[in-house]
């Protein structure tokens, strides 16, 4: 591509009275023989952006740089066809001028043009010609596009499946239903009665399953399929070539993304076995009686008679470090369903409910309030200590009364365990150790057998989750998990999302919730599916980037096999070929850059994002010689919570210090060493990371790239001590958006510490 470059300055919102306009003009025109340098007043007004068109349309300008305010306002004003035009942002305005006090232009008297300040001038400066050379770098991107299918596989026939799958087929979408029992329905099949869903919200309703089923089994544009499984997924976004077996017979079909239903069950409740399930015949859990209640009549199982004095336990394995640490969500709202239906069947029943809290969330306030009305049911907080039987097969509950601080006991001739709900998606532990089990024996049965290698170490990490989805992936056949087992999602900002490009969450796969909330979840994991495929069918990227065309590239002919990109890779875009070489797959994608920074080789780039551009960048700076004690530090940081943090102490007008250079990186973990090595060289004195923060809750808007990238800064500070260059001349941080007020001072502190260490003994070379 032939480049005409056009550079835009504009003078509002401060940046005319703080920079040298006609400075900055002459770095563009001189230094990088820019044939076009234009400055306006309001560049994102009416007329501004026509001064821009104009050129493009008259001039032939096709790379177009705006030095303004940041790229993260105004993208719609300045918007170009991203496939004919380059466009970069250079910020002046939140990272320059907004961010700095100017030390001569106060004071002056009205009318007096104020002195612009070197420090100030010298930063506009280095972040213009940043923004030169990766305009220079960058190509047109070239989407991947090839025919892709819009057609939606759902995996699980309950309230979320189905609901999913209508939602589809009424946005004119083809869906394929799959459900592994012989009828749809799910759990919402086995109730008797739901939780109220319309004002007063104090009223028991009927399910509505059945015309539910109906409604998706008369849908032309559903294809249900029952007892039936998926055998294999292999593909990507738009192209999941999906393989059902049903009744023996296999059927293979191109989809065009997944939701994942597949529901929930409910924690073996002998597992908390102080709570006597399974021990005594009189204590049930909350789904028998609701099987009973569906069949007619609640009854004691030794003696199938009505139970006179009934006790609820809540949380019974919810909230408990050694069973579900989290709460199930319907538990507590369950027991005030069951208490009416108890109460409904005979009058003169007395119903007990001990629980730790009741959590009624939302309008099911009224409901939990309606039922507080009722004389006969009795609501007393407390700590289960134990269940114990007496003669006749009655029970004795101990408890301790948070309430009163007492020990308590109440007699019942029936205990109802109020058990809470996993994932399907989540194996158990007892299927998970016979299958260790089974490894062992085959290794004891081959004495030649060496120790485990990691390739069957592979194999039985895979076996932690069910085998529901067989994804053909290089990184294992199931959607990776989160916390409790639950699969993984960003639960702040993408929380239908998984680690797999194209596949959503929806309903108790994803944490636990009741039926009405599972059917909106499903509304929205069906949008969430539909985005994908319409994106992915433009070459678009979806969440984060979305709408991003660019895709990484790999110039394979220097490819090493080292595997680090296929591994560390968060979201398992690389399989590998039988030699161990990194077969991509486009629509998997989700442009962070992470195998890029994994690269030894460098091998890895994007069309506008690659190792050489950010290289190029820290070169563009200018770098003062070591008697002008003017240090300079980068900061590369992550886009996503980092660099929208820095702009906020530019909008709140806080300031730093003015030797900082901002360089913004799709990802921290896409950070590659190289560049650092280049900074050093260059004579930067020091240079400070920011990423997302990284945890079990995977801030990260990338899974793992923050914390990939403090694992790989370990090994470059060992590198630096044996270069003699001092290790702590590079730190790294974690931020989250709102924390913005602590970055001046995180800038200031690291400076002090560079001005102790000194300037970089490469300065002068």
């Known amino acids: 591509m032939d480049k005409k470059v056009g550079v835009y300055i504009c003078t509002g919102c401060d940046i005319g009275e703080s920079l040298d306009i006609d400075k900055l003009s002459t770095v563009a025109t001189k230094k990088y023989k820019v044939p076009i340098c234009k400055s306006h007043s309001f560049l994102c007004g009416e007329e501004g952006v026509d001064l821009i068109k104009k050129d493009i349309e008259g001039e032939g300008v096709n790379t177009v740089i705006i030095a303004a305010c940041s790229p993260r306002v105004n993208y719609d004003v300045f918007y170009f066809d991203p496939l004919s035009i380059i466009s970069e942002r250079v910020n002046l305005r939140e990272q320059v001028v907004w961010c700095q006090k100017p030390k001569n232009g106060e004071g002056s008297e009205k009318g007096e043009t104020a ?399 009741d039926g009405g909330a599972s059917a909106d979840d499903a509304t929205g994991a069906a949008l969430k599916a539909i985005q994908c495929m319409e994106l992915t069918a433009q070459g678009k990227a979806v969440h984060p980037r979305a709408g991003d065309q660019t895709y990484p590239e790999f110039f394979l002919q220097r490819c090493t096999q080292c595997k680090r990109c296929t591994i560390e890779c968060p979201f398992g875009v690389l399989d590998e070929d039988e030699k161990g070489t990194p077969k991509p797959n486009p629509t998997r994608c989700r442009r962070c850059g992470v195998c890029m920074g994994a690269c030894p080789e460098r091998i890895v780039s994007f069309k506008n994002y690659s190792v050489d551009i950010i290289s190029s960048m820290l070169k563009a700076i200018d770098v003062p010689e070591e008697d002008e004690e003017k240090p300079r530090i980068v900061a590369l940081v992550c886009e996503n919570d980092a660099y929208p943090a820095i702009d906020m102490v530019g909008i709140k007008r806080l300031t730093y210090n003015p030797n900082i250079r901002v360089i913004p990186l799709r990802c921290l973990g896409s950070t590659n060493l190289v560049w650092i090595a280049d900074a050093m060289s260059k004579g930067i004195d020091g240079l400070i990371m920011m990423g997302c923060k990284h945890g079990d809750d995977y801030q990260c808007h990338f899974i793992k790239g923050s914390e990939l990238a403090e694992v790989r800064l370990g090994k470059v500070q060992d590198t630096l001590n044996k270069l003699q260059l001092e290790a702590e001349r590079i730190e790294i941080h974690q931020f989250s958006i709102d924390e913005y007020s602590k970055i001046p001072a995180i800038f200031d502190k690291f400076l002090e510490k560079i001005d102790e260490i000194g300037p970089n003994p490469f300065k002068d070379f």
């Open 115 to 513: 002195q612009v300040d070197e420090d100030i001038q010298m930063m506009g400066e280095d972040y213009l010609r940043m923004g030169i050379v990766k305009a220079q770098k960058s190509e047109l991107p070239e989407p991947f596009k090839e025919e892709m299918a819009k057609s939606i596989l759902v995996v699980g026939g309950g309230i979320t499946g189905m609901t999913s799958a209508l939602e589809s087929a009424k946005a004119g979408y083809q869906v394929v239903l799959v459900e592994k029992t012989p009828k749809l329905g799910g759990f919402m099949a086995k109730l008797y009665k739901q939780f109220p869903k319309r004002p007063p919200y104090h009223d028991m309703e009927e399910t509505g399953i059945e015309s539910k089923i109906k409604e998706v089994e008369e849908n032309q544009n559903i294809k249900v399929f029952t007892s039936a499984e998926i055998e294999k997924i292999a593909g990507a976004p738009g192209m999941f070539d999906v393989t059902i077996r049903q009744n023996g017979n296999s059927e293979t079909m191109r989809m065009g993304s997944v939701i994942l239903a597949a529901g929930w069950r409910p924690y073996d409740a002998a597992k908390v076995d102080h709570l006597g399930f399974g021990k005594y015949p009189n204590v049930v859990t909350s789904v028998m009686i609701e099987e009973m209640a569906l069949k007619g009549r609640i009854v004691r199982p030794s003696d199938g008679k009505e139970a006179k004095k009934i006790a609820f336990i809540q949380c019974a394995g919810s909230r408990d470090e050694n069973h579900l640490p989290y709460c199930s969500a319907v538990c507590c709202l369950t027991s005030l369903k069951q208490a009416k239906y108890l109460r409904e069947q005979d009058p003169d029943t007395e119903v007990y409910i001990l629980y730790k809290d009741i959590r009624s969330p939302g309008q099911h306030e009224n409901f939990y309030k309606k039922v507080q009305e009722d004389e006969g049911i009795f609501f007393t907080k407390g700590e289960i200590t134990g269940v114990e039987e007496e003669a006749g097969n009655n029970l004795i509950i101990e408890a301790d009364d948070t309430l009163l601080g007492e020990k308590i006991k109440l007699k019942a001739d029936m205990v109802v365990l109020a058990v809470g709900l996993e994932p399907n998606t989540k194996i158990s532990e007892e299927k998970f150790e016979a299958f260790k089990k089974e490894m062992a024996e085959k290794d004891a049965a081959d004495q030649a057998a060496p120790d485990k290698t990691e390739k069957e170490e592979e194999i039985i990490e895979s076996h932690k989750v069910p085998n529901i989805l067989h994804l053909q992936y290089r990184q294992g056949p199931e959607i990776p998990e989160l916390q409790y087992g639950f699969p993984d999602s960003h639960f702040l900002c993408f929380p239908y999302e998984t680690r797999r490009t194209g596949i959503y969450t929806a309903g108790c796969a994803k944490h636990p919730m």
